[in-house]
């Protein structure tokens, strides 16, 4: 049985407790305050200890503090020697991150877990194979009313998501080309834009949508694949001119949670196994990627 520690038992760090302890993992939680000290007792830490210097021997560490405290953090983790899986994103600033990357040396780990959705391995699955033809390109939608985050604006919390499912299903990121932002009483709370030409990838993240939408679409020569929904169980896949009369083929996969796949992956590696995605070096050239669209949209 594997060693872990879980630093912040918040709203999304509850829930990595409960799939660490489900993949069999004595967990310590590090936890000040007095929701989250209650979270961790309650979701079964092993122990639940105030801060990084009464933590003790661990085999690996899983960090789900607010994004702004991210680099603080890592760097109190490193000095252990384990692997450490950061939640996305790894900090708000590109040139940070590729220091932690470089400092890490190989053991730092970024929690990009649609990576880890079935449904977005099947699109990638249909790109590498051009079942559908070679790729065009590659639409993500993601509109959703509010975000439930204040350190940071929504673009560094939800555009890695979408950034990281490019990565995916492409292989690779193509270069920015063109970006607008939303904004509202000076912060930005959306963001539209472009990477790329021969695949061109665009992204479309709005914060002000009354509507919630998770939508991917791979766009080949002779067809399309769509994941409509983040919760859906089957790709849309359709072939030639779309038709009313000839509905798309529903192509099932597995609904499996990705969180419970990805920190899988990480324990895995922590018991000897393959390392998980995404390296922090890969997770810098989305942050960068990022960068440059926030760049192009008039954004600091």
Known sequence: MSDVALVGCGRWGRHILRDLRL??????????????????????????????????????????????????????????????????????????????AEAAAGRLFVMDKWRYHHGVEALAALARDEELGPVQGLVTIRE??????????????????????????????????????????????????????????????SAAATAHRRVVRLVCADGTATLADSHDDA???????????????RRPFDPEWPLVRELRAFVDHVRGGPPPRTAATEHVVILERLTALRALAGLG
Do not use: N, Y
């Open 23 to 100: 993949l069999g993992c004595r967990v310590t939680v590090v936890a000040r305050s007095p929701e989250s000290v209650t979270a961790a007792r309650d979701g079964g830490a092993e122990r639940v200890v105030a801060d990084l210097a009464t933590l003790g021997a661990v085999d690996g560490a899983v960090v789900a503090t607010p994004t702004a405290t991210h680099a603080e953090v890592v760097r109190a983790l490193l000095p252990l020697g384990v692997p450490v899986f950061c939640e996305k994103p790894l900090c708000p600033d590109a040139a940070e991150a590729r220091a932690l």
């Open 235 to 249: 790709l849309l896949v359709a072939r030639g001119m779309p038709l009313r009369e000839k509905p798309p083929e």
């Open 144 to 205: 959703q009313w509010g975000s439930p985050h204040t350190d940071v604006d929504t673009l560094w919390i939800h555009l890695p998501h979408d950034l990281a499912i490019g990565l995916e299903v492409l292989g690779t990121l193509p270069q920015v080309r063109d970006a607008v932002a939303e904004r509202w009483g000076g912060r930005a709370i959306g963001l539209h834009g472009t990477l790329g030409d021969a695949p061109w990838m665009t992204v479309s993240h």
